[in-house]
Nanobody, 115 residues
Framework: QVQLVESGGGLVQAGGSLRLSCAASGTIFSINAMGWYRQAPGKVRELVATITSGGSTNYLDSVRGRFTISRDNAKNTVYLQMNSLKPEDTGVYYC?????????WGQGTQVTVSS
């Protein structure tokens, strides 16, 4: 049984920053890839960033250079540093963690960027 706890969402002005955290707890042998997704109202959920156990990263084109994904393996935690936020970054952000053969999702945290 694995649980993901997200934190760090909120309301910020355009140009501001937020740091999202997602900590996994429970029966964990090892974590493979970790990532962040987001979903805006009326839109499909999209992949924002991923990071492998080896530290390789990938980003959605629109966030590359502004967002940074990182992980702390000792804490089973993945972070998303979000800088230079834009109104179009608004949405519910979900973390996803791959453990063995299963994928686990956080419940989501709201990020709202005002113009």
């Amino acid at each position: 049984q694995v649980q993901l706890v997200e934190s760090g969402g909120g309301l910020v002005q355009a140009g501001g920053s937020l740091r999202l955290s997602c900590a996994a707890s429970g029966t964990i042998f090892s974590i493979n890839a970790m990532g962040w997704y987001r979903q805006a109202p009326g839109k499909v959920r999209e992949l924002v960033a991923t990071i492998t156990s080896g530290g390789s990263t990938n980003y959605l084109d629109s966030v590359r250079g502004r967002f940074t994904i990182s992980r702390d393996n000792a804490k089973n935690t993945v972070y998303l540093q979000m800088n230079s936020l834009k109104p179009e970054d608004t949405g519910v952000y979900y973390c996803k963690v791959d453990i063995r053969w299963s994928a686990y999702w956080g419940q989501g945290t709201q990020v709202t960027v005002s113009s």
